[in-house]
């Protein structure tokens, strides 16, 4: 990690004389390197290569300088005066220090008093009844948790190959997320579930690989709190960026992979009708007994020759109506498959079955109000992309609470699958509301993939309008809004093969974990019509409303309280990871 300062407690202690010399000249080629080396030790023999000695006596430091200055000060017996009056430090071993001072007459305080005395000395050692002239108060807190910032910082960036690693391993996990599946809502289910792994490995091993680093800080007056925060706020941030790029990843490569059916042109004109829906308005109608006096100075042909000049001269082109930015709104609907959501959450207006419009007290046909454009594609993607990163967040909580409890990282290593694999079984994808007994769900409810993954459900469905229901299956199959077909086509003996089958919906799973009555899975009777002119029975293929479903068919959904919840559950999750680990490193304290 290349400190700035290195603190060794006796590093020469039990070794021989060669390697003694060996380890002191390799501290002092470190200490040329903007290193500065701490060290205790008992062994003089190769003091003199350090820069700068403290001598320790009896608790009190009794002297502070260079090596010949310390023969000087310790071995005044050595000292000699040559002819030009000058005095001549003799080359007597520092090792000879320890028998002055053990052997001598003279105490500490002695030692430190003729230390003091020295006009020669800039610095004096205070004793101790005698307080500093100043003293410096304890760093603020958000000095101390910048401090630790910079130095996870400085750890990681210490070797680049530990964040090479770190992003490599999301565009991997992202492209391969994205190849192997066409159905949007497995990419998107994987994709919480790696995010979730990615911050729950992140911070798995952060706080039991550091715990001795961590108990002698405390000592120095570092707090729990601001440690704790540290470790929170560093590793949610390398692990959100990592999940916003995963979150990017994802999105572009299946794109790529799996391009989703779009005609623009269509959808562009499809725009245009959801911002102009006809509605049929019958209050500025003319009463039959109504005219319009044509005025008398105007005789016939003085009209007919006013209609010839409009048609002839003055017709005007009514220009087609537009919508302003609607090539990025197909761009986002395209990229994020928002069509449905952006194409059905327009003005709806109210028909009977047989398309006889639905008529208000004022003569205009009754509406439901639409949403805007861009509110439904912001609505929709900030659900998404914030159930990504509440969801890694939620993981490097976990890995911390995690690594505050164990007490070795390899018990921390073993930790994270057993959280994951509960969120990919339990997350509500794999195994969906309908299937999951009730227990299951109860405990499902509390799981954070399972409140990511409702997040994603309402931003997959928002907007859009309630599908055809299938009433073949016990629990309910949602078709595609528009009737779409899905087309086969194989060889058979040498002849080609075509067959249509009705288009499942490609949020299929969304719809039925936010649309189905779990208690009331398959209390439904199968529909049937009447063969014309027959008794004839034929069981009808879809039916616009079953009573195991929440709502019937042209349901506009814009029912955000799921997603609502779902986000609350996750903030409790992060609370409650926290004070775990507060409490937990507070019980380590000592």
């Not at 929709?380 to 490097?396: D, E, K, Y």
Request: proline fraction near 4%; glycine fraction near 6%.
């Amino acid at each position: 990690s290349k400190p700035s300062i290195l603190f060794l407690d006796e590093p020469s202690s039990g070794l021989d004389p060669a390697t003694e010399q060996s380890l002191m000249e390799l501290l002092q080629s470190l200490s040329l390197n903007k290193l500065t080396v701490v060290c205790t030790t008992h062994v003089l023999q190769n003091a003199f290569i350090f820069n700068r000695l403290f001598f320790i006596h009896s608790g009190r430091l009794i002297f502070t300088g260079g090596t010949n200055e310390a023969r000087e000060f310790f071995n005044e017996r050595d000292i000699s005066v040559s002819g030009a009056g000058t005095k001549t430090v003799m080359s007597s071993p520092l090792e000879r220090i320890y028998s002055t001072v053990l052997n001598g007459n003279k105490t500490a305080e002695d030692w430190l008093a003729k230390y003091n005395e020295r006009s020669a000395h800039k610095v004096k050692i205070l004793p101790d009844n005698q307080s500093a002239p100043t003293k410096k108060k304890s760093p603020s807190t958000p000095l101390k948790l910048l401090t630790l910032l910079k130095r996870q910082w400085t750890i990681m960036r210490a070797d680049w190959l530990n964040i090479a690693f770190l992003f490599a391993q999301v565009i991997i996990i992202g492209l391969l997320t994205a190849w192997s599946s066409d159905d949007l809502g497995f990419r998107t289910f994987i994709g919480l579930i790696a995010a979730m792994w990615f911050g729950c490995s992140n911070g798995a091993q952060q706080i039991v690989g550091e715990m001795p680093i961590y108990q002698r800080e405390r000592v120095c007056g570092l707090g729990i709190n601001c440690y704790v925060m540290s470790k929170v706020i560093f590793q949610g941030f390398i692990s959100s960026v990592q999940c916003i790029v995963l979150f990017l990843v994802i999105v572009t490569a299946g794109n790529y992979f799996h391009p989703p059916e779009f005609d623009e042109e269509v959808f562009q004109e499809s725009l245009v009708e959801r911002e102009n829906p006809y509605i049929v308005d019958n209050s500025k109608e003319v009463p039959p007994d109504t005219f319009i006096p044509m005025d008398e100075s105007m005789g016939g042909d003085d009209l007919d020759s006013m209609t010839d000049d409009v048609s002839e001269e003055e017709t005007v082109e009514e220009e087609s109506p537009t919508v302003a930015n609607s090539g990025a709104i197909a761009w986002f609907a395209k990229t994020f498959y928002l069509k449905e959501n952006v194409l059905d959450s327009g003005t709806l207006a109210l028909s009977l079955e047989d398309g006889t419009p639905i008529m208000g007290d004022d003569k205009v046909q009754k509406t439901v109000a639409g949403s805007s454009i861009w509110g439904v594609i912001s609505q929709s993607l900030s659900l998404r992309l914030g159930a990504f990163l509440l969801a890694t967040f939620v993981g490097v909580c976990m890995g911390l609470t995690v690594s505050s409890i164990v007490r070795s990282t390899t018990q921390a290593v073993m930790w994270v699958p057993l959280l994951l694999i509960p969120q990919i079984l339990l997350g509500g994808f794999v195994i969906t509301l309908p299937e999951m007994t009730k227990s299951v769900r109860s405990v499902a409810s509390v799981i954070p993939s399972f409140s990511a993954q409702r997040m994603v459900d309402v931003s997959h469905v928002y907007g859009r309008m309630m599908p055809s229901i299938s009433n073949r299956t016990k629990s309910p199959l949602f078709l595609t809004s528009d009737g779409a077909k899905e087309t086969v086509t194989w060889d058979e003996a040498g002849d080609e093969t075509t067959q249509d089958y009705q288009q499942v919906s490609d949020v299929n799973t969304s719809w039925q974990n936010l649309g189905i009555h779990n208690d009331k899975i398959g209390e439904h009777k199968q529909a049937y019509n009447i063969a014309y002119g027959t008794d004839i029975q034929i069981l009808t293929d879809t039916v616009d409303q079953r009573r195991d479903v929440k709502y019937t068919k042209g349901t506009q959904y814009k029912f955000l309280g799921p997603a609502y919840s779902a986000i609350n559950n996750l903030v409790i999750w992060i609370v409650l990871s926290y004070i775990i680990i507060f409490v937990s490193l507070w019980r380590k304290k000592s």
